[in-house]
């Protein structure tokens, strides 16, 4: 640690060995939130009993554009666990975006509720129905995705699954799809989280020009 | 598609079928985009021959804390193909925040550059290395993480792979970390992008209490 007085400011170094002696709590908040803001949503799925289901959820990848895939991450030992249930039992879930004037209500999904009662209703969301499609959608979200299960992949080094969701639907206002196809996540309202409880609301920067050797970056 | 008339906006829908009649350009800047806004990473490798490579990044996944794991998905057909073969060789990379004062050099990454030149001369960002890690730093990035290669996925459905990383090293200034291991994104100066081109910087909302049922959500 010689060189940590070159720095004007201090560091804070780790080592594998030293993050596992940390206190749980902290290096639970400390290993979630050092990837930064993430993209956050709300996952939308219902029971073979008709029982709806609502969980806020940042654990998100874009799989490929064609076919169009969704990758979620799963923890089983979760809150998640009935939105994890529903999705193999009913085999659609949907997704949809969390906006800057919901994000209180997004974060109460994640309370541990009984398995017979919907966070629509404890939450004060509103489900809504689209094209009789088999998973509740949230009326107050601006981007929703309904999607069917693709495929499950163990991730066997620590017991979590992810999801791969085939996107089946997408209904989305239309004023936020720019010419080329392109959402202002910013525009749509979308917010980000960073840890386990954290949120943010974008600013945006610039899109920036295909990028190639040696010439300069434009603004588009 | 009649209930349109009872919004009061224009909605865009699609399905599986016509999101695959897209134009191409029009069909990935959507589905890149659909997600949000995402996290957004320097990846730092070198090859056998210690060659550096550095590509900017924003398939992420927190695995897990316990022990501490990252997730990235590659594409192997893409610009990336050079960051993926390095891991694979030397079983070693790095991942850095991109930062608002940066991000136009991070996005210069993205070129095709050839593979004996580097990116970190080729876009104006300083190598740094940490307590002899094999794999390079991004010195202006204010939380660096080193990892070790723990596994790879194949996704079967679209031929990427989930890389899996060990994180063996912590490089961080010691005032982003709150007492309870918290690290505020927009504090550190972290930035978001969205789908292949757009960046968004961040502004903070709450950091919310732990939800429970029939209790009310408090900012702490």
Known sequence: MEELEIYAWSKMRH????ILELPERYRRNLIN?????????LVGTRNASHQSNLAVFSQ??????????????????????HTL??????????????RENFFRQAHLTSARYPEDVSEF???????????DFKAPFVRESSIKIGLSLN???????NGTHLIIGQIELIDIE??????????????AGSITSGGLDSYYSLKRLARLSYAKPNQGIKEI
Chains 1, 2 share one sequence.
């Open 15 to 18: 080592s594998f060995n030293s």
């Open 33 to 41: 939130s050092i990837h930064g803001a993430k993209t956050v949503f």
């Open 60 to 81: 998100v990848l874009h799989i490929g554009a064609n076919p169009p895939l969704v990758g979620l991450l799963f923890r089983p030992d979760s809150v998640q666990r």
């Open 85 to 98: 249930m529903n999705i193999r039992e009913t085999k659609v879930f949907t997704i949809q975006n969390v």
């Open 121 to 131: 209703n404890q939450c004060d969301l509103t489900e809504e129905i689209i094209a």
């Open 151 to 157: 495929s499950e992949i163990p991730v066997e080094v």
């Open 174 to 187: 239309e004023s936020l799809i720019s010419d080329d196809g392109f959402i202002d996540a910013a525009q």
